[in-house]
């Protein structure tokens, strides 16, 4: 979304102004325009550093996103049944491994 401004740095320069008899100097409203180009040059870069930032920010959540469902679906594999501990899955494959172990060797 781009701000929308009804002057820039250019039009600033560019603008025009009447002199009337009891004017203001135009050496201060010069002066006054130029700061305000400055500002607005600044605030150009301002905004396109943030606009950078954010970007750079979405393509790591993006990253960091893909990663959380990869973890989540490695995670539901190695979930062991519910209401077993790793020690009880642990103790199970252990019995499991010597009657194979017995059967292979009678």
Same mark, same amino acid.
Request: net charge negative.
């Given at each position: 979304?781009?701000?929308?401004?009804?002057?820039?740095?250019?039009? @600033?320069?560019? +603008? $025009?102004?009447? =002199?009337?008899?009891?004017?203001?100097?135009?050496?201060?409203?010069?002066? #006054?325009?130029? !700061?305000?180009?400055?500002?607005?040059?600044?605030?150009?870069?301002? @905004?396109?550093? +943030? $606009?950078?930032? =954010?970007?750079?920010?979405?393509?790591?959540?993006?990253?960091?996103?893909? #990663?959380?469902? !990869?973890?989540?679906?490695?995670?539901?594999?190695?979930?062991?049944?519910?209401?077993?501990? $790793?020690?009880? =899955?642990?103790?199970?494959?252990?019995?499991?491994?010597?009657?194979?172990?017995?059967?292979?060797?009678?």
């Amino acid at each position: 979304m781009r701000l929308q401004l009804k002057h820039s740095p250019r039009s @600033i320069l560019n +603008q $025009q102004f009447n =002199v009337d008899f009891k004017g203001y100097s135009p050496i201060e409203v010069d002066r #006054l325009l130029d !700061e305000i180009i400055r500002d607005y040059e600044e605030f150009d870069k301002t @905004i396109e550093a +943030q $606009q950078a930032f =954010v970007l750079k920010l979405q393509q790591e959540n993006a990253r960091l996103q893909s #990663l959380v469902v !990869e973890l989540q679906s490695k995670q539901s594999v190695v979930t062991p049944v519910e209401g077993l501990s $790793q020690s009880d =899955v642990l103790k199970r494959l252990a019995r499991l491994e010597e009657q194979l172990y017995k059967q292979n060797n009678d």
